[in-house]
């Protein structure tokens, strides 16, 4: 079964032969290959250089996937950009799925972090709720336009990434949630999956207080199921079985700092109780980030692969 193939019944939550894995990013490269992915974005190059640029690139992504067996791949450097989609779908994309992140689409975290600011923000939503519907429309065109082109390199599939929420939960109420997010992300996704994409979604934090807004915007993803925020992988498979598959949870900061037990206690309860009946993809919960040890995502591995080797894909899930 290739990955694929796999990935596509996953979604659909059909047997496979094994769990799906890939990971967002991986930016430990230099201790995996002994190079990384060249600098700079697709805008500093042209002509030979900006093909030198992309192919580069997409021997990296061959490089991880071929070594670490991933089902898909996200084009996440540089990230959004069709020409390098494009080139990474005729590289690989006949065995794997092959998209890409697009960010800065809707209110969250992130983005008011990096293109607004908190006091304004909170103003506008007491006092001036218009401007912020505005705003928000503006990078609902801004994203469609993005869709269109991801849609014309043919991009397999697309992981929104937008953090709504830290450990203690949304970063605004339920009810302005459902005001200022969720319509806008909802006709997002509808538009893409109208280009022939498939939609999937991430954030951190504890998302359980929207959980069943974040159900509504037609995502086939949910990542990366945030352990440290209080996500329980066992109870977000009750939640979502059969609605949308999941991926994550294997906790980022045991797989950066250790101890080698607490990874595979970690990866073991996630297999346990998210990979009955598919609709899981075992990942960890936010990224193969610098400062992760080599060896450390490894021994994760390691832990996925003695899975693997009793893993009943035709047994159905059954909530505990």
Not at 28 to 35: H, V
């Amino acid at each position: 079964m290739t990955g694929r193939e796999r990935m596509e019944k996953m979604l659909k939550f059909e047997p496979t032969d094994r769990p799906c894995h890939f990971e967002s990013t991986f930016e430990i490269g230099p201790e995996a290959f002994g190079r990384d992915f060249p600098k700079g974005e697709l805008t500093d190059y042209s002509g030979a250089a900006l093909d030198r640029f992309i192919g580069e690139c997409v021997e990296m992504y061959g490089l991880i996937t071929e070594r670490y067996q991933w089902d898909a791949i996200l084009a996440w450097r540089p990230w959004c950009q069709p020409d390098m989609v494009a080139a990474t779908k005729k590289a690989l994309g006949d065995k794997i799925f092959v998209g890409t992140m697009l960010g800065e689409n809707c209110w969250c975290i992130d983005y008011i972090c990096g293109f607004h600011d908190w006091m304004t923000f909170s103003e506008q939503l007491h006092e001036r709720p218009e401007e912020l519907h505005e705003h928000a429309e503006r990078m609902t065109q801004s994203a469609i336009d993005k869709i269109d082109r991801l849609s014309d390199a043919e991009c397999d599939f697309i992981l929104l990434v937008d953090d709504v929420a830290s450990n203690a939960g949304p970063f605004i109420r339920p009810e302005q949630f459902a005001e200022f997010v969720t319509p806008y992300l909802q006709r997002q996704i509808a538009h893409i999956r109208k280009r022939g994409i498939i939609p999937m979604f991430h954030s951190d934090g504890n998302l359980m207080p929207i959980l069943d807004q974040i159900l509504t915007f037609g995502a086939d993803l949910l990542h990366s199921i945030d352990p440290m925020a209080g996500m329980d992988i066992a109870e977000l498979k009750k939640r979502t079985y059969g609605k949308m598959a999941i991926m994550g949870n294997v906790q980022c900061s045991i797989l950066q700092d250790g101890p080698l037990e607490g990874i595979r206690e970690s990866a073991e309860y996630c297999l346990k109780h998210a990979s009955p009946g598919s609709g899981y993809v075992f990942s960890n919960s936010n990224s193969i980030f610098y400062g992760i040890p080599l060896g450390h995502y490894e021994y994760m591995l390691s832990v996925f692969h003695d899975f693997c080797k009793t893993y009943d894909g035709t047994a159905p899930y059954e909530a505990n």
